[in-house]
């Protein structure tokens, strides 16, 4: 099992809320990765960041926004969330880019 | 840009058999690499095996097994001996000098007692 944590696991939340949704890595990697998944599809790149200071979007366009500020922490912050922000949200790290990824367990996200 | 295609959304197969998922990509770029992920119903995604574009040897990994045709530009992923603990979502994702993966579709593996 690769060291990327994420949290919470399961958020279930009411329309108009801000969230964050944490992602940190102790193994040091300066790429890191944001995808979001529905139940049983494919996933879809939203943001992603080669180092610190450094994001980019992704290819699918995302209402979210993240920050890198120290390597290891990877946020994802949802302004004011909203019914289609339902899904899973994946967040991944790598030592190059391509290369292999390491995933953390997801976030479980539900907007009422 | 990279596209991906698993063209078997379902697959099933019985313990101890073997079954081959495929994978089929486009790339205009001629270093690349290949990689299959697993994701275990409510579990983490993990690498199962990768592939570099310039070996010409297929990857393997214990039952796990690649037929990498780069000409065709398909990468199949054999597992032979299947267990129980393989059922999962299979994704295949290649990734270029742009350095993202593309994730396929998925197929979903049933295995059977």
């Known amino acids: 099992e690769a060291d990327i944590y994420q949290t919470p696991r399961y958020l279930v939340i009411g329309t108009g809320k801000k969230i964050t949704l944490e992602c940190s890595q102790t193994m040091g990697h300066d790429k890191m990765y944001w995808y979001q998944q529905d139940p049983g599809m494919e996933l879809h790149l939203i943001h992603y960041s080669y180092g610190v200071n450094s994001t980019e979007k992704g290819d699918l366009s995302s209402e979210s926004t993240v920050s890198r500020i120290r390597t290891e922490h990877f946020p994802l912050t949802l302004e004011s969330a909203r019914p289609s922000h339902t899904s899973q949200y994946l967040c991944?790290?790598?030592?190059?880019?391509?290369?292999?990824?390491?995933f953390g367990p997801g976030t479980r996200l539900t907007v009422l | 840009a990279q596209t991906v295609t698993q063209s078997q959304p379902e697959m099933s197969v019985q313990e101890a058999e073997t079954v081959t998922l495929s994978c089929t990509y486009d790339t205009s770029e001629s270093n690349y690499y290949l990689f299959w992920y697993k994701q275990p119903p409510s579990r983490q995604m993990i690498l199962v095996i990768r592939q570099e574009a310039y070996k010409q040897q297929n990857a393997t990994e214990n039952r796990f097994s690649v037929n990498f045709q780069k000409a065709a530009k398909s990468f199949s992923l054999k597992i032979s001996d299947s267990q129980l603990g393989d059922t999962a979502m299979y994704f295949c994702a290649p990734g270029g000098s742009q350095g993202n993966l593309i994730f396929g579709k998925g197929t979903k593996l049933s295995v059977k007692p």
């Open positions: 991944a790290s790598s030592v190059t880019a391509p290369g292999t990824q390491y």
